[in-house]
């Protein structure tokens, strides 16, 4: 019977989460596909800039003023002229769900922001249940632990004790899983954040505030990145219930 | 009897509302004193790069540089270089503690990364005590409504009619105030966006997403649009509660 019903919760997990990483695949491909023209568009507009920029001053190489652009463009905070890969925009789908919402990659055409809409009505409270469904797991977990300790301790301090200790473990915990442990895995990941940008980032993300000066990897290309990042879109949920 | 009760619901939620613009008000007013000197320092390194790239190329002329790279940085939807106002950072401020974080003006030097994490840790909360306020006011609002219906038409209808009627109306009056005037305000104030373009800011901004390709006014100077903006963030009750 325990084994019954602990299979069919087990089951309602993966059915939920396979559908969420499901409705992300298909959005990221949609914006893949929307966004494509106006990207392109982007790239030609700057390439014709630069040719009519050339023209006018013809003692100029291309190669001077492309370096001068990518100097400009990194001051400005704004590296990646390039076309958005197929994951930035499954990273782009999940931090919208989220509502996170770095915005280093707004989308551009009408096509996309009209979709955005549609793919957030039905996404951000997708996102609230799955991680309703994870919340309750955790709010389980922790009234074990509680038990637990009162199992352990209760011939030793009174009640109110043990649950203080039980809210300064959990407090404790959370703070580390959250913020410090994924700040010192991205200031080690990320040869250019020192550990207050990684800390920065974690906090802007879990509040999902999501106010950040650069993304993870977007100068360098580093998948390991975005799969911590993964981790803390889970976490969210200790903040969200 | 009721007069004081009256009067002191009123003055808790002036004291509430005060508490939170002075807090709003002095946290940018940090902001805008700490980033000062990183805005003007990257101003420095622009036209530190501007000078090199003026002598490395002796043909050039200042101005034309100047205006290809606003070309460069308009079509990467990037428009302002200048150091941004104290209403910007007022702007910012607000947005940041109620995690809609547009990030168009991330924060750049150290000092403000770590002023922003205690500014939020506290504003946070703070905000969503604001908002649960005024959102138990409308919520009263709602049932004084549909008792008004009830009153009216009970003698007409069935009560699970009446009901549905009731969630019809809330329902079409949020949308219609939440998004679609907002938005009409928005096309009518922003010469250069569309209904859609002011759809899209409306309803990032509401669901607290705040991935926009450009801000209010980030173009052009318009007060009138901050103001729009405040009603969004007000309204973002709605959906928090």
Redesign the interface.
Known sequence: MIDQVWSSSVARYIGIFGLYIVYLLIGSSIFDAIENPSVHN?IQ??EQ?RNR?LR?????DRD?VDS??D???E????SN?TRPSYITWLF?AS??VT??????V???S?GS??F??CF?TLG?PFTLILLKTITEKLMDMTSQFLEYLNRRLGHLYRPVHIRLLHAVLITTTCVLLVFLLPAAVFSAVEPEW?F??S??YS??TV???????VLPSSRIQNVEAEAVYKIFVLRKCVRCF
């Open positions: 982007r507009l700057l800039g920029f006018e001053n013809p003692c100029l001077s001068y652009v100097e400009v463009l001051i400005m905070g704004h002229v782009f931090t919208l509502t996170i919402g770095y915005g280093q707004p989308p551009l009408y922001k009209a955005a809409i957030c951000v020192t207050l940008d800390l920065y906090y802007m509040t999902t505030i999501g106010v950040v000066d």
